[in-house]
């Protein structure tokens, strides 16, 4: 076939390949077959670079229905073909790609460094709709890693892609993950805010709300005391009228409204409901949710005054939590081996386990850090008999510094903060300073009985007040109010960070730049 006659054959390829890049998740089956065809066509033309892309789709759609290795390995491949070549459009596709399959498999820093490397590859004259997956892939890895504002930052830039290209499905998708965000890092009232847009957008564009939007929605509601109304949006998922919904959807809806009718006091209702959801986790598997199910039998167990119960449950949770942890790990490292097949990756593996659990900003250790360390102090504390002090740090009026000065400059004032936390914990041996996301801080000091703790909080903050910021801010004062507490005997993670965080917000009402501690006898925790 001459060039004359190939060429349109090329560009029809070429066109179809962007329709079925466009439309994977519409019919996996239809796009792998469409992509099979298109490399056969594309291989006699002699278009290799249509070739990868067509190979590209392939691995999407074995991503997405749980080929796991066998999409990344064409991943791989492809990734390597489009660096030997300098195709831009493949290496952007084939990052992002990559960056869906690290989140996959729980590793989330590797998500994060191929979703940025991704977007190096796209400028102003790549398709909208390209622009529009590329944000909202590094959007996702920095949510994933904590990164949260700088997360929200990309989900804006997100919807404003979709509204140029009037897609009104895709501006739905930003606003639930910008909502589930912003719930994530304890911004309730942000987050609040952004539910109720997507619902209402849903509305003026006829669109049902999926699971996963009715989740995110109710969890946005929960987190400003509107149990009615979350009750309300989540009974159509719990009771499975929704069409389409996975069990992973049903079984966090049925765990969200055993909490609401846990804490309306009607623990018949909230034993029923966690016994469904229970139920359906070990009937299909689902073992993170199951770690978390076990974790609110503890908290059912103690709203009914049963505490020897609930003590046993929370011991039960923790040793499945550490085993689920050991499991996905382990899966996460076979699942690199076969992929690439090198002791690099398993060394990567590693590298990269202890950056998903760092706050990329500050260096310090994240959210997610805590949620699955903070456990463990509290229970070594219980059964040493030691004590173990944790405090919220949060900086006073910081929103006024990013304001005046920039948000450059208010990344510089967290990092130099950071620092200080660090410095801190390190004298310590086993304590803990992280970042929970903003502008607000955790830190945890074991083997030091009170007095000692605030002691040590107190050098904490004058030398936050007193460090060298007027270069920096302008002039503007710097200081952090600290709320701390002693974990009791009885405490988890969540008593004590109520606590932590009540005495956060007396610091706060004391006029700020304090310290405000007690102990754990002194001060009920908030229902």
């Not at 499905?169 to 606003?175: D, E, I, N, V």
């Not at 999926?210 to 949006?233: F, I, K, N, P």
């Not at 005046?404 to 041996?429: F, K, W």
């Amino acid at each position: 076939m001459g060039a004359q006659d190939a060429e349109p054959r090329v560009a029809d390829v070429e066109a179809e390949l962007a329709e079925v890049e466009a439309t994977v998740w519409d019919d996996l089956d239809r796009a792998l077959d469409r992509s099979l065809e298109l490399e056969r066509v594309a291989a006699t033309l002699g278009a290799e670079e249509l070739v990868h892309r067509a190979r590209l789709v392939q691995a999407d759609v074995y991503g997405r229905s749980g080929h796991t290795a066998r999409g990344a390995r064409i991943l791989r491949d492809v990734n390597r073909w489009a660096t030997e070549h300098d195709e831009r459009f493949l290496l952007a596709r084939s990052h992002r790609l990559l960056s869906f399959f690290f989140g996959q498999i729980g590793d989330p820093a590797t998500a994060l460094e191929h979703a940025v490397r991704a977007a190096e590859f796209v400028d102003v004259s790549t398709p909208v709709r390209a622009q529009f997956e590329h944000v909202i892939a590094l959007a996702d890895a920095l949510a994933t890693c904590g990164s949260f504002e700088q997360a929200c930052e990309r989900y804006r830039s997100a919807g404003q892609l979709a509204e140029r290209l009037g897609d009104a499905r895709l501006r739905l998708t930003t606003l639930n993950n910008l909502a589930y965000t912003e719930w994530e890092a304890g911004w309730p009232d942000r987050a609040a805010a952004t539910a109720e847009r997507m619902r209402a957008f849903a509305a003026v564009h006829d669109l049902p709300l999926e699971g996963s939007s009715h989740d995110t929605l109710a969890r946005a509601q929960m987190a400003v005391g509107r149990y009615d109304d979350a009750e309300q949006v989540l009974l159509p998922v719990c009771s499975g009228d929704l069409r389409e919904l996975n069990p992973d959807a049903v079984a966090s809806a049925l765990l969200a409204l055993t909490e609401i009718q846990r804490r309306r006091g009607d623990t018949v209702a909230a034993r029923d409901t966690l016994q469904r959801c229970l139920q359906l986790c070990d009937e299909r598997q689902l073992n993170a949710l199951l770690v978390q199910a076990r974790r609110e039998q503890a908290e059912v167990a103690a709203a009914e005054g049963c505490f020897a119960d609930a003590y046993e449950l929370h011991k039960r949770f923790h040793e499945e939590a550490m085993a689920l942890n050991s499991i996905e790990r382990e899966s996460r490292a076979r699942t690199l081996q076969a992929v690439f097949e090198t002791t690099e990756a398993r060394r990567d593996s590693e590298r990269f386990r202890e950056l998903a659990v760092r706050d990329s900003l500050t260096g310090l250790h994240n959210r997610r850090f805590v949620d699955e360390n903070l456990p463990g102090l509290l229970l070594q504390a219980r059964e040493h008999g030691s004590p173990l002090a944790v405090a919220l740090v949060d900086l006073d009026h910081f929103k006024r510094v990013n304001d005046t000065c920039s948000h450059e400059v208010g990344d510089e004032v967290l990092r130099q903060v950071a620092d200080l936390l660090r410095a801190c914990v390190e004298a310590l041996p086993g304590g803990l300073a992280a970042r929970m996301g903003g502008e607000e801080f955790l830190v945890a000091l074991p083997d030091l009985p009170l007095t000692a703790a605030l002691d040590t909080l107190e050098r904490l903050r004058q030398a936050v007040a007193g460090h060298g910021w007027t270069d920096l801010t302008q002039g503007l004062p710097v200081t952090v109010s600290l709320g701390a507490t002693m974990a009791g005997p009885d405490d988890d993670q969540a008593q004590v960070l109520r606590r932590a965080d009540h005495n956060l917000y007396a610091a706060k009402d004391a006029g700020r730049n304090c310290t405000v501690g007690q102990a754990a006898a002194a001060l009920p925790v908030p229902s």
